[in-house]
């Protein structure tokens, strides 16, 4: 008989994972998806109300959450936050915001607005967490939310394409300088996602059609879409993964 190799686990029992922007959308999925899969699952949001209520509902579907408010661009809250918590073997770097516009008529505000959520949040979420693992000679899983616009380019997406693209370098030189602790990096890279923060977006009937007509398979994306993708970079069934995008887009970017 021959000697079968094993499936890799996609299992996550006894591992605590952190979920940034976990009050909607992307983050409650991430979140989902990793309690079932039997992680400790820390929500993260400065909304109490919509982190507890999710941590509730994962709680009552026999899952383990619980909610942490805490606004991950202060960074001083952050690493005094996650320096005296239990490591946690799992980050998803989900927290984001968006302040879409014609490039010449974009404030710095808008800039600063955008670039400190999704870049120097995650910067600060990534080091703290990294940092704990290091301690106590942990190894782990950093999964940053990035997007198809981390691989492209936009009309009136300037500010938001340099954040992705911005995190796709960083989530590659982690991977290179936390790779001798064991902790990889990578990013999940998702076309349009039918959430809370792009709805209004798609009440415009003329950029819905424009969305669609460059996702080859022809709708929008769901929270639901990603959650495999999100087990699979936490757990053993991606192993020898770093430094590397996981791009769930439709086929935007295929040609």
Known sequence: MADLPKTPNLRLDGRRAIV???GRGIGVA???ALAEAGAEVTLVARSAREIQDVADSIRASGGKAEALCLD???VEKVEATISAAEPFDILINNAGTN???PFIEMAMADYDLVMGINVRA???MAQAVSRR???VGKGGSIIHVSSQMGHVGAANRTIYCASKWAIEGFSKALAVELAPYGIRSNTLCPTFIETPMTKPFFEDPAFKASVLSKIKLGRLGQPEDLMGAVLFLASDASALMTGASLVIDGGWTAD
């Open 20 to 22: 940034t922007g976990a």
């Open 133 to 135: 693992l290091i301690q």
């Open 99 to 101: 302040r879409p516009g």
């Open 122 to 124: 995650a910067f600060a």
């Open 72 to 74: 991950v661009t202060d």
């Open 30 to 32: 991430a979140a989902a």
